[in-house]
């Protein structure tokens, strides 16, 4: 225990500190339960509502709701109208919780989040044992939370603003060419960029079969499975030469042997090809890292992506926020010649390899 006396200012800020990561915390918990329950989404088309109300639009019990909606009224989530007794879901709250088509929308997280919690046994077994934990090991929450939370920057910014900003990529791809995408989970970023370059051919590849089976069904549904196939493979064993694009979408840190990935997409890229590397932003410094975006980041990083690494061969832990000089080091040990942060958001960085 410490010896020294607590300065009582610092103590009393860090337990009001401590209040709100408590409060967010729990109510994650009730943001997943709104999500799924259609909660959220029925309060942004009906305006103000009583918990009554809610319940009866959402088929659902009305004490549960009414206790719900004071929960999110105290977080500020929803407005409350003591006058009126009715909760309303504010239209800025609405982009990020009730609208999937808004360049904010947040709440495939929570799903994220749940599997972190329900993974913490075998994370704690790794800290001890060093070998790892799976992505294919982690519950089945991720899967579909890690494509509903990454789907929203894929949406409004690969065909938008990361693709016209690599080198001759976008003119290549409207003529024809063949993209791969590495790790492409359950194919969101894959069927965005099929849908805006028609006249290309698109394969995702990923080692996790479900994933392959969920991103399969959802070019169906998208009507774009005539140019675009999924496949289960490995980054380091995906078929194929001549790649006009191989593009790895917040995959590369979770590689046990990444350099071994980028040997393979050198080998499977036509010589004029592109290698788009989208990774979470992050500075070369741990101290630039220390911002609410490096947070979450570091987090997500020990529960999910540094064990995913060491659970494999050479299990280098490169960690989500690598940063741009440990990445460029990968990629030049890989034999590519030029290398360069090509654009970047709040989120991510997308860097461009060539041979």
């Not at 309303?88 to 919690?117: K, R």
């Not at 800290?127 to 519950?139: A, D, I, K, N, Y």
Request: net charge negative.
């Amino acid at each position: 225990m410490p010896t020294a006396a607590p300065d009582e200012t610092r103590l009393n800020a860090f337990v009001g500190r401590m209040l709100d990561d408590m409060g967010a915390t729990l109510n994650a918990s009730l943001a997943l339960v709104g999500d799924r329950l259609g909660l959220y989404r029925a309060m942004a088309e009906a305006g103000p509502v009583t918990p009554a109300e809610l319940a009866a639009r959402t088929g659902t019990v009305e004490r549960m709701v009414r206790e719900w909606l004071a929960a999110q009224a105290a977080s500020g989530y929803v407005a409350y109208d003591a006058q009126a007794g009715r909760y309303t879901l504010p239209p800025e709250q609405a982009m990020v919780f009730a609208n999937e088509d808004s360049p904010v929308f947040l709440a495939g997280f929570f799903d994220i989040a749940a599997a972190a919690f329900r993974g913490a046994d075998k994370i704690e077994n790794a800290f001890r044992s060093g070998r790892g934990v799976g992505w294919h090991e982690q519950h089945r929450c991720l899967f579909c939370g890690t494509e509903r939370f990454f789907r929203t920057s894929y949406k409004h910014h690969l065909v938008q603003e990361w693709i016209p900003a690599l080198d001759d990529v976008a003119a290549r791809l409207e003529r024809g060419g063949r993209v791969a995408d590495v790790g492409c989970g359950h194919g969101a970023s894959t069927i965005i960029m099929a849908q805006a370059y028609p006249n290309a051919r698109f394969t995702g590849f990923d080692y996790h079969a479900p994933s392959i089976e969920a991103a399969r069904a959802a070019a169906q549904e998208a009507g774009v499975a005539d140019r675009v196939s999924f496949e289960v493979a490995a980054a380091k064993q995906f078929p194929g030469t001549g790649y006009d694009l191989v593009a790895f979408f917040d995959c590369l840190h979770d590689m046990g042997d990444p350099v071994g990935a980028a040997e393979h997409v050198k080998s499977a890229l036509a010589p004029d090809g592109t290698w788009m590397i989208v990774e979470p932003m992050a500075g070369d410094r741990l101290t630039d890292n220390f911002n609410p975006v490096g947070r979450i980041y570091y987090a997500a990083s020990t529960m999910i992506c540094t064990p995913a690494s060491m659970s494999q061969e050479v299990g280098l832990g490169l960690g989500a926020q690598a940063g741009p000089a440990r990445l460029r080091d990968v990629v030049t040990q890989a034999g590519f010649t030029r290398f360069r942060q090509a654009t970047a958001t709040p989120f991510n960085m997308v860097l461009e390899a060539r041979i």
